[in-house]
């Protein structure tokens, strides 16, 4: 089935095209997540909202955008709003903390593996993880897309509804920032 009938089964409502959709992307929608949100069982979650959200707005979907991107888009949007949320309890956990002492009000932050990384470079994949946590979001997102999804700049560009000298820009800026941290965090722990 092609985009244009796919979009049209999904808006007539039928349950076939739906399944149909969630088999083929996903994987896409939670792995971009998981690089994102980097906690699997969160990734999870979003990805059931995605496609909870897909289900309740496909009829306004007017298919100006490939499939991909509007997944990618709305993704996304899950997962930085998931991150906000998180923000603020990390927030309220530690004035909690702060006023009853109760240190299981603070989140720690867990290990991150990523579940398609070999166990030779564990140790350095969950470095970068927790660097790519320090990123401003939109150099993440973007440097997430690239890497871990493997989309072109132009596709990220699409996606994050950015030019494509504005991609590039995150993309280097997210590099130049991931080898300083790496840099510093090796340099502390190995001296």
Do not use: C
């Amino acid at each position: 089935m092609n985009q244009p009938d796919l979009i049209i089964a999904l808006q007539q409502g039928d349950n076939e095209a739906f399944k149909k959709l969630i088999d083929e992307w996903q994987d896409m929608v939670y792995n971009t997540a998981l690089g994102i949100i980097q906690n699997e069982d969160d990734a999870d979650e979003i990805t059931q909202e995605v496609f909870i959200q897909v289900f309740q707005s496909i009829r306004s979907f007017k298919g100006d955008a490939k499939i991909s991107t509007w997944l990618y888009r709305i993704t996304i949007s899950k997962a930085l709003d998931y991150l906000k949320k998180q923000q603020r309890k990390k927030r309220f956990g530690f004035v909690d903390y702060f006023w009853s002492g109760n240190k299981n009000d603070v989140d720690e932050g867990k290990e991150f593996h990523h579940p398609g990384v070999v166990m030779e470079n564990k140790e350095m994949a969950s470095q970068l993880f927790k660097a790519m946590k320090q990123l401003p979001n939109n150099q993440r997102i973007a440097f997430t897309l690239h890497k871990l999804e493997a989309q072109k700049y132009g596709d990220i560009a699409v996606i994050m509804n950015i030019s494509l000298q504005a991609t590039e820009s995150l993309i280097a800026r997210a590099k130049t920032n991931l080898k300083k941290i790496v840099q510093e965090y090796y340099t502390k722990n190995i001296a």
